[in-house]
């Protein structure tokens, strides 16, 4: 399941990612941030994933990393919230990528929040 979080601020968007997700679900969101970089320049994204499947997690991970890749001068930061520990390393391993991402647990959430504010 896919589902926006609200935020008062235009340029902060959040999505949590939880139990299956497909292929077609990462596409959705790729598109949507598409709009949302359209709409306002530069983004900064927070992704909460809960009870995500790793088979769900890596599912699109390629299309995930070639959109990381090509926007990475319009996606300024990326916070990920996750308790899972293979999602955790995951997340780490990418760090060196081209865009600012951290990882943050469920118990700091308001952390990731205002780490992209």
Do not use: C
């Not at 235009?10 to 359209?38: F, H, K, Q």
């Not at 994204?45 to 890596?58: C, E, G, K, V, Y």
């Not at 308790?83 to 600012?100: M, N, R």
Request: aromatic share 6%; hydrophobic share 40%; no cysteine.
């Amino acid at each position: 399941m896919m589902q926006r979080l609200e935020h008062p601020n235009d340029t902060i968007i959040g999505y949590e990612l939880s139990g299956g997700v497909s292929a077609d679900d990462y596409t959705r969101l790729a598109s949507e941030l598409r709009d949302e970089i359209a709409r306002h320049g530069t983004i900064r994204l927070l992704i909460r994933l809960s009870d995500l499947a790793l088979s769900s997690f890596l599912t699109g991970l390629d299309e995930r990393m070639t959109f990381i890749r090509r926007s990475r001068d319009e996606v300024e930061r990326i916070a990920v919230v996750t308790d899972d520990t293979v999602t955790q390393l995951l997340s780490k391993a990418v760090e060196a990528g081209p865009v600012e991402i951290r990882t943050f647990s469920s118990d700091d959430e308001a952390v990731a929040w205002a780490w992209l504010e």
